[in-house]
């Protein structure tokens, strides 16, 4: 089966622009998950939407936001770009169950780099 | 807070040796998870262990969870260079359907 596609895989932008990045789960997920990833604060959780609701929501600004579509597709959008903003997006997706009990199957991810 | 710590942060071996990375916590987590993530894309779950004191084995890695839940470690035997990446430990989080991650762990295993 398809994985889980993620788009685009690179994008560059200035500070003070906005970004939307998209996710496209494994066909019969229900669940999808966004995380940061750069060298210095590795791996950290933005948010998890299912079934077009946040189910979870990380330690971020509000500046981070995203939404879940009807066919599971997930977007999340970042307003007012900060140097900081730069890093590795991934998403997961799963079928929705608890997430250390099933598998989340990660995207390739977004590099995004902000300058 | 959770909190899984990861080391060593980076390890440089030679093909053949042995090698064991560890993941500890504070906190008591239902199960732990190790994901392995090459350049390039995303983290690719390896296993998960559930039960205090569970030993897993996926060909040459050994997984083991502590007996309190609290820490993990993963012990590679005979490493090959396809075994260099990133690895990472992932637990849930208090509303269970997020990861904490560990930073990881760089192997970098050369011929």
New interface residues.
């Given amino acids: 089966k398809a994985g ?1 596609t993620q788009t685009p895989r690179y994008l560059i932008k200035t500070r003070g622009q906005q970004v939307t990045l998209s996710c496209s789960p494994i066909s019969g997920h229900r ?1 999808v ?1 966004w ?1 940061q990833q750069t060298p210095g ?5 933005l948010f ?1 939407y ?1 079934s077009e609701t946040q ?2 929501k ?1 330690n971020f600004p509000g500046r981070f936001s995203g939404r879940q579509f009807s066919n599971s597709r997930s977007e999340m959008n970042v307003s007012t770009l900060e140097l900081g903003d730069s890093a590795l997006y ?1 998403c ?1 997706s799963s079928l929705g169950g ?4 099933e ?2 199957y ?4 977004t590099r995004l780099l902000v300058l | 807070t959770q909190l899984l710590e990861q080391s060593p942060q980076f390890l440089s071996i030679q093909e053949g040796e042995n090698l064991t990375v560890y993941c500890n916590s504070s906190s008591v987590f239902s199960s732990l998870q190790w994901y392995r993530q090459e350049p390039g894309e995303g983290p690719v779950l390896l296993v998960t262990v559930v039960t205090g004191g569970e030993v897993k084995k996926l060909k040459r890695l050994t997984f083991q969870f502590g007996d309190a839940r609290k820490d993990s470690s993963l012990h590679i035997t005979a490493a090959q260079t396809g075994d260099t990446g990133l690895y990472l430990c992932a637990g849930d989080d208090q509303a269970g359907t997020a990861l904490i991650f560990g930073k990881g762990t760089t192997l970098s295993v050369s011929s």
């Fill in positions: 889980v669940s998950s995380y604060q590795g791996l950290q959780f998890e299912f189910r979870n990380g991934l997961a608890l997430a250390g009990e598998t989340q990660f995207g390739p991810g």
